[in-house]
Antibody, heavy 117, light 108 residues
Framework: EVHLVESGGGLVKPGGSLRLSCAAS????????INWVRQAPGKGLEWVSS????????YYADSVKGRFTISRDNAKNSLYLQMNNLRAEDTAVYYC??????????WGQGTLVAVSS | EIVLTQSPGTLSLSPGERATLSCRAS???????LAWYQQKPGQAPRLLIF???SRATGIPDRFGGSGSGTDFTLTISRLEPEDFAVYYC?????????FGQGTKLEIK
């Protein structure tokens, strides 16, 4: 069974940094692109970043470009999101989601990032 | 960037009724890479429909997707109590992948 489990969220001050992780199991991790999607409190879904199966192709939303870095370790079946220079508007639940030809077919339960002084 | 506009913002219906949700794109979506997700409070989104009209694994056949180009529809033929939730469309053919703002389906 496919499982994605996010961790690393928490409360951080504006300008601070946080590193999120997503642990994958139940599928061949190295064969799939993975995405980060976030949801601010009471708001809709916002795609944040994606990384191809090999890590060679990486994309970011304009809202996080230059501040966030996505990476993966296929040997550890893990995805990461390094978030620097955090702002209040980055406050959200962050989900990792597997991408296939069937869109984002599996999602983790999310981890909450709160940016506040 | 492809902008997706969902309508209506809120839809109030009763169990047993038919629901029709709309998603309009600012430009044509390549290869009909349009998906629909359901999200309930406190839960992660769940994939319902991919490729505009294909049901994801385990999704009941009362959920149906249609459309092409810039206009897409999610239809729920007979609403069950568990169907009341927020629904999002998403295009995944172009980067950035974008979502619509959501339609809240509430019990009338």
């Amino acid at each position: 069974e496919v499982h994605l489990v996010e961790s690393g969220g928490g409360l951080v001050k504006p300008g601070g940094s946080l590193r999120l992780s997503c642990a994958a199991s139940g599928f061949i991790f190295s064969s799939y692109s993975i995405n980060w999607v976030r949801q601010a409190p009471g708001k809709g879904l916002e795609w944040v970043s994606s990384i191809s199966s090999s890590g060679n192709f990486i994309y970011y939303a304009d809202s996080v470009k230059g501040r966030f870095t996505i990476s993966r370790d296929n040997a550890k079946n893990s995805l990461y999101l390094q978030m620097n220079n955090l702002r209040a508007e980055d406050t959200a639940v962050y989900y990792c989601a597997r991408a296939s030809i069937e869109a984002f077919d599996y999602w983790g339960q999310g981890t909450l990032v709160a940016v506040s002084s | 960037e492809i902008v997706l506009t969902q309508s209506p913002g809120t839809l109030s219906l009763s169990p047993g009724e038919r629901a029709t949700l709309s998603c309009r794109a600012s430009q044509s979506i390549s290869s009909n890479y349009l998906a629909w997700y359901q999200q309930k409070p406190g839960q992660a989104p769940r994939l319902l429909i991919f490729g505009a009209s294909s049901r994801a694994t385990g999704i009941p056949d009362r959920f149906g997707g249609s459309g092409s180009g810039t206009d897409f529809t999610l239809t729920i033929s007979r609403l069950e109590p568990e169907d009341f939730a927020v629904y999002y469309c998403q295009q995944y053919g172009n980067s950035p992948r974008t979502f619509g703002q959501g339609t809240k389906l509430e019990i009338k």
